[in-house]
């Protein structure tokens, strides 16, 4: 069974940064994606980003391009997520996903595991 852990949300003034981290329990049978997805009050949740992972390509959602960026570390099993210059509008709770993506990578149900999520608060 996969567990991702999220870490590292807090809240933070526009501007300022923030890393998240999303640690797997097991990286070779989550699938070949790990991807992060964010849900603001009164929101669908809404992709943000996505790695393939062992080296692959990334993705990001048109509005976090340029600021964030998503990257791995093999030996930890874990992805990251580098934010820079938040806005309000990147109040959230942030989630991590892992699957075998064979479609579109912003599409939720392709992804099997979900973590509990991390909130992001910009002020």
């Known amino acids: 069974h996969v567990q991702l852990v999220e870490s590292g949300g807090g809240s933070v003034q526009a501007g300022g940064s923030l890393r998240l981290s999303c640690a797997a329990s097991?990286?070779?049978?989550?699938?070949?994606?790990v991807a992060w997805f964010r849900q603001a009050p009164g929101k669908e949740r809404e992709a943000v980003a996505t790695i393939y992972t062992g080296g692959g390509n990334t993705y990001y959602a048109d509005s976090v391009k340029g600021r964030f960026t998503i990257s791995e570390d093999n030996a930890k099993n874990t992805v990251y997520l580098q934010m820079n210059s938040l806005k309000p509008e990147d109040t959230a709770l942030y989630y991590c996903?892992?699957?075998?993506?064979?479609?579109?990578?912003?599409?939720?149900?392709?992804?099997?595991?979900w973590g509990q999520g991390t909130q992001v608060t910009v002020s």
């Open positions: 996903a892992a699957g075998f993506v064979r479609g579109y990578w912003y599409t939720q149900r392709e992804y099997k595991y």
């Open positions: 097991t990286y070779t049978h989550s699938g070949n994606c």
